[in-house]
């Protein structure tokens, strides 16, 4: 912990105690800052274990601990609850990425979430959220106003299952596997067992199954005779339009469909979803043949022939590992960024390269041919590239921690603002630092203190910077310390997630790793 403070005195904002982020331009009007120093903090005592008997106000099951603070409503710990993951399991769980929802279980008796399975994720374009059944997709290319938020908001079009599966909410939908921005999820009912692999800017999703099961293909609405369909030695492909969407499905070469029936399909308590819970469905069996237990299904551009015709060329050639490696090029200042994708051709295909679509920022820096289609997404137009890899090109112009003095300030101003800080409050500004403040606020004020550190020390006033760095000691603290009978505004390590975690009663409280 020596010379931790030191630490936060060079980067731009403390927050959160657990991520580093910018908040705005600091401006240290003396030029360099010479803020230094060793500053010793009292080490953590512990282990920290929450009470025996948690209050009788606590829903129940939660997550390991509070993650939503509403009026009236706060949800604090109950039960220790594990990374969703499957058996085996080796990698570090990740709570900040796209897919966390399925890692992360949420509240399933509180009556406001009930996700189990996942929330939507939005890998784009596709968006995908796991439910009892399977997995649902949908794509949306409109925005809306819901309530104050202005969104592309979810819709499912397609579900993807297998015959019969029907898997707890104690069981859930599991995270198998990870990568850079991929993820492989399961499930698993004790009979049946279905894998599904989606990845940030894949049109496709992939699919696998037990030798035993049978695929089901639900559809929102009957989309009636496919306006596509392919059946050769490499693919049995269909292109169907459900509510005005294109996709491609793609099964093994031999497969067949069973005719439309009514499937009931209960997923009560899931806001905006259409039709309503308890709704009969149609839907389609999917025989394939003997070892042939995989299919993919993919959102289609457009409604031509040809264009199902390529994206089927591509269809099974299933995402096993993403990586992106970068390489500063300081001739240039330009930062070359490679993404990787191994593929692993299934059945008779011998095809290992992919479509990703780019985001604009992507598309715009590098050279990798674009094909002629796109995609919409809430963050504007995604092109599509053929192949393996790309390459992304962007200037790096270097970040400043705090602008250089120009002389345009008024020094005596400025200490005056100082001061006026360090005399005000001395008592409540300190206190506040540590006591009845979510992690948010009280990273929120830290911040506040390492600007004024920086600005204590520039303007001279040696006994306003030697104050604020006390602050910053005491908070910093309280916060690793676990005394006994202590219950919240602390950080301990969660040997489940591997992660230091925050044991306080507020919002926010999803782990979140180093």
Not at 53 to 72: E, I
Not at 176 to 204: C, I, L, N
Request: hydrophobic share 35%; glycine share 8%; aromatic share 14%.
């Amino acid at each position: 912990m020596n010379r931790f403070i030191k630490y936060l005195l060079h980067i731009p904002a403390f927050v959160c105690l657990v991520c580093i982020s910018s908040h705005g331009q600091e401006v240290w009007p003396g030029g360099t800052s010479s803020v230094g120093g060793s500053y010793n903090l009292t080490f953590p005592t512990g282990p920290f274990t929450y009470p025996a008997n948690p209050p009788s106000t606590l829903c129940g099951p939660v997550p390991a601990v509070n993650h939503y603070q509403r009026p009236g409503h706060n949800y604090f710990r109950s039960a220790v609850e594990s990374p969703k993951v499957v058996s085996g399991f080796s990698q570090l769980p990740q709570t900040n990425d796209w897919w966390s929802s399925a890692i992360w279980n949420y509240e399933t008796t509180c009556n406001w979430v009930n996700a189990p399975y996942s929330f939507w994720m939005y890998p784009h374009p596709l968006q995908v959220a796991g439910t009892r059944y399977g997995l649902k997709v949908g794509y949306e290319t409109t925005p809306a106003v819901v309530w104050n938020t202005y969104i592309y908001q979810s819709e499912p079009h397609l579900y993807i299952g297998l015959n019969g599966m029907d898997v707890p909410a104690s069981q859930g939908m599991r995270v198998k596997s990870y990568s850079d921005w991929a993820a492989t999820f399961q499930w698993d009912d004790g009979t049946r067992v279905m894998e599904a692999t989606s990845a940030h800017g894949s049109p496709y999703v992939y699919f696998t199954k037990n030798a035993s099961s049978s695929f089901t293909i639900r559809y929102q609405v009957n989309p009636g005779a496919a306006f596509a369909t392919i059946n050769n030695s490499s693919v049995h492909a269909l292109g169907v339009n459900i509510l005005g969407k294109y996709y491609g499905i793609f099964l093994p070469p031999g497969s067949t469909l069973s005719s439309y029936y009514g499937l009931t399909y209960n997923e009560a308590n899931v806001p905006a979803e259409v039709p309503t819970a308890n709704a009969t469905r149609d839907a389609r069996t999917v025989s394939t043949p003997l070892g042939h237990n995989y299919m993919s299904i993919c959102i289609l551009p457009d409604n031509n022939p040809a264009t199902l015709a390529y994206y089927a060329q591509f269809a099974f050639a299933f995402i096993t590992d993403t990586k992106v490696s970068w390489n500063y090029q300081s001739a240039n200042s330009s930062m070359a960024s490679t993404f990787t994708i191994t593929t692993s051709p299934q059945g008779t295909s011998t095809e290992t390269k992919t479509l990703t679509a780019l985001y604009r920022h992507q598309w715009l820096n590098t050279s990798a041919p674009m094909s002629p289609y796109s995609y919409v997404s809430s963050r504007g137009q995604m092109k599509v590239t053929e192949g393996s890899s790309f390459t992304t090109n962007i200037k790096q112009y270097g970040l400043l921690s705090g602008l250089p003095n120009v002389g345009t300030h008024n020094k005596a101003t400025l200490y005056a603002y100082v001061d006026a800080i360090h005399n005000d409050n001395v008592g409540n500004v300190a206190h506040h630092m540590n006591h009845f403040a979510t992690m948010y606020d009280v990273g929120v004020k830290m911040e506040r203190m390492v600007n004024l550190i920086h600005l204590a020390d520039a303007v001279g006033h040696a006994n306003a910077k030697s104050r604020f760095i006390g602050y910053l000691k005491t908070a910093l603290e309280y916060w690793l310390r676990s005394p006994a009978g202590k219950s919240n505004q602390m950080l301990w390590y969660d040997p489940l997630w591997r992660t230091l975690v925050r044991g306080s009663r507020s919002k926010l409280t999803i782990p979140v790793r180093f």
